[in-house]
């Protein structure tokens, strides 16, 4: 068993062990917002550093050997906020997607881009277009950003996708299990998340990652996404280890 950290305050509550890493972790960026007002700065320097801490997390993540990373970065109700605050957004993922064009081979790092990405402007589409390309010819830790993402919509457009199949003769209904509709979802190949964590205080799913979380043990923390650190995520994952999981059975 690799032990990789220990609370200050000891007990085993703040060890992680390495060999029982949940395989996927996905994380609600949340609290950039507040961690800039609470600095006195306007909003856009919130998810300046929320990015930052997602280079940082992202990185980590890969190094400790997770396989799969998911991160809900903007929502399809995301639009609804200032055109200077969308439009910082999308400038930093684009500035980042630019960033792992170079370094993605490099550093066998996946991307996936989940969500409806038709309505982003033709440069983001364009770098990931780029990103998908390379990731194809990699095998390392799969990091899916979900953009323009929103979790009913993601079962909609399943669902639509599979009645279409049905119509051309490839699928019938009765043959739909759960399993075969989950290559419906943008998710198609990802297992589901075993953690799910959310930082900047608030306790709710936000439409993010509705089918694959049914069985997600969520943690919650109060800490705000850009001060989220490396010892917050250890937290987290040993939170995680030390839970009953049951899946409706009982504990043998
Ligand atoms: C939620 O915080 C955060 C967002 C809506 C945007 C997250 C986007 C980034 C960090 C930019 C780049 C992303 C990547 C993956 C490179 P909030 O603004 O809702 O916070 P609040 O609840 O405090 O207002």
Redesign the pocket.
């Known amino acids: 068993m690799k032990l990789l950290f220990k609370r200050k305050s000891g007990g085993s509550a703040g060890q992680v062990d390495l060999d029982r890493l949940p395989r996927h972790i996905a994380i609600?960026?949340?609290?950039?917002?507040?961690?800039?007002?609470r600095r006195g700065l306007p909003?856009t320097a919130?998810?300046?550093?929320?990015?930052e801490?997602?280079?940082t997390i992202?990185t980590y993540c890969r190094d400790i050997g997770l396989e799969y990373l998911t991160?809900?970065?903007?929502?399809t109700e995301?639009w609804k906020?200032s055109r200077d605050?969308v439009s910082?957004?999308m400038a930093?993922?684009k500035?980042?997607?630019l960033e792992a064009i170079e370094t993605m081979e490099r550093d066998n790092v996946r991307l996936r881009f989940m969500g409806d990405l038709a309505p982003l402007d033709q440069e983001l589409r364009d770098l990931i277009a780029q990103c998908n390309a390379i990731s194809e010819r990699l095998t390392g830790c799969l990091c899916s950003?979900c953009i323009n993402y929103g979790g009913r919509a993601e079962i909609v457009h399943a669902a639509a996708r599979f009645a279409e199949d049905c119509r051309i003769g490839l699928m019938r209904p009765e043959e739909l299990t759960e399993a075969g509709f989950e290559a419906y979802l943008y998710s198609a190949g990802i297992p589901s998340p075993e953690l799910l964590i959310r930082p900047?205080g608030?306790q709710r799913l936000s439409n993010f990652l509705l089918w694959q979380c049914a069985y997600a043990e969520f943690y919650f923390t109060p800490v705000?996404?850009?001060d989220f650190t490396k010892e917050e995520l250890h937290r987290a994952i040993a939170a995680y280890q030390h839970r009953d999981r049951r899946f409706g059975g009982v504990k043998k």
């Not at 609600?28 to 917002?33: A, E, K, P, Q």
């Open positions: 609600i960026l949340d609290g950039n917002g507040r961690w800039a007002q909003r919130g998810h300046k550093a929320g990015a801490t997602f280079r992202a991160v809900y970065a903007f929502s995301n906020r605050e910082t957004i930093l993922l500035k980042y997607l950003i900047g608030e705000l996404w850009p």
